[in-house]
């Protein structure tokens, strides 16, 4: 998963009212990061319950029955608590993705109208099959990064217009390896930024380098496994065609982080605050026309977002109950190294998320629950690395698992069935790659914790 912009769902009239609430809320929660206000907090609050009542009716079956399944845990929690405020204090918390998601659509609105689009679709032209396999990989990484699953719908056009079956079926792999490994350190993606909610005092640059560090694991995999015939020579050759990404991906990570540093201010506001700046900014240099293109289909996008934010609150509430519970206190103050702690807790943590997600359970839902009970206590893992190595089971899981976000988008993107998007060669990259993964955020936990 990690994407907010999931398919229409809904009649037009509730579509055009949730995103009017939407772009409400989203304005009220800016507001609220520079300037917090209690009386303003309310109204937020009121905006964003008003949406995700609307978003019941317009959500996808399954995602309502999640929803309801995840509040009914919850509610259950706060009845054995005794303590019904627990709800409220979750649904607070979930306000922030009431700033952060709009932010995320109207930066992805502005980049697929911008006249960048079309330098990068020319870079792939005098390509070969290795290099084009190579080229969409990185692309989808790069690109990713900045819309999350929808860099495939922008990359596949180009690079599979004269491709057959088995070359589609390699490119939308390609695809959905390169989002998940920019789903390990991205800011813009909706894993890194729900874990580092559960755990807020680890600063977002911390889980965003170690992520990156795992990012780069997956890049020598990817090569060894898939595109080694390619060579020192071929290999740069095909990453120069990714040249205009470069800077515009650097510049809004920049952003993000010195929105961090400078206001103090959380993975989710940092990027709420700074992504509408920088578009802003962008669109004033662009002819009016682009700009009123860029608000059509971010308002557009605000009125298909129902799913994922049903999710996103409902997991959040449910994150909050588990850390409430006594039976969570409980554990971290008797929980001994003679049980299960450190690396050996952090092995079992990533195989029981990776696991849960090739079953099919959202990966909010496994985070909300074993997160908040492992970061109240002494379990020997470092903050940093609870929240990355939750992350990168997170994104592990949406590389390989057939109902997984970039599985699904890169399946529709390229024309292949879906359960061909996932090969044996896939799953033994991703097999290596948690050995390695494992590894590497083993020697981090020790260096930190």
Known sequence: MGNAVLKPSGGAPLASLSAALLLGVWIIELGLVLHPHAAISRIGTLGLAAFVLLALFRARMHIRLLFITVVGASLLIAWRANDFHILFRGFERAQIFGAFLPSVLLLRATVETSPQLESLRRGVTALDRGAVRNWTFYGSHVLGAILNVGAMAILAPVVSRDADDAERRALASSAAR???????????????????????????WQPMLIGFGLAVIGFALSYVLFTRGLGGRGFAASLRGLRPLATPTVVMVAAVLGASFAFNLSGLQAVALSIPVLCGAYLLLRARAAAAETARKTLASFARLADELLIVVGATVLGVAMASL???????????PGLIAGYPLLLAL???????????LHPMIGASILVPVLAVGPFGIAPPVLV??????????????IWTLPVAAAASSFGVPVQ?????????????????ALGYLGVVNAVLA
């Open 178 to 204: 390169g989002v998940g490994t920019a789903v390990m350190w991205s800011p813009f993606f909706v894993a890194l930024a729900f874990v580092s909610q559960l755990v807020p005092a680890v600063p977002i």
């Open 326 to 336: 006594p039976m969570a206190r409980e554990i971290s103050t008797t929980v001994t």
């Open 350 to 360: 990533v195989a029981v998320l990776v696991g849960l997600g090739l079953l099919g």
């Open 388 to 401: 990355s190595a939750t992350v990168f089971a997170w994104a592990l899981s949406a590389s390989i698992a």
């Open 420 to 436: 061909q998007v996932t090969t044996r060669r896939t799953y033994a990259y991703a097999a290596l790659y948690a050995v390695i």
